[in-house]
């Protein structure tokens, strides 16, 4: 299954609230996401059906080993990106809203090329 930007976001959103909160519950994505929570719903189911995440009976939400794999990816584009463009002199909350956008289309060679320039200019 090809896995949209949308997708990615919430895959995203789901591992960084599951640093902060531990556990994950579709309302909580809904609230960090401003999104409805019929559209979190729906997106839960697909990202399910597409063996992304797992949905407890509690509801809790987990990553499927794939999920993790995603959205650990899209994370480490976010902070690398953030960092880059804060170097910059961009402001963090432009850097962070750009960096949400560049993340899901910039190729791997360009991120490499900047994660080492940010990794060996003590960025992150």
Known sequence: MHLAASGEMYLETIYVLSKTLGEVH???ISEHMGYSKPSVS???GLLKKGGYVR???NGVLTLTPTGLEVASKIFERHTVLSAFLT???VDAETAAEDACKMEHDIS???LEAIKAFVEKNGMI
Request: aromatic fraction near 6%; avoid cysteine.
């Open 42 to 44: 729906r997106a839960v």
């Open 87 to 89: 170097y910059l002199g």
């Open 55 to 57: 949905m407890a009976e």
């Open 108 to 110: 791997d060679a360009s």
């Open 26 to 28: 579709s309302i909580d």
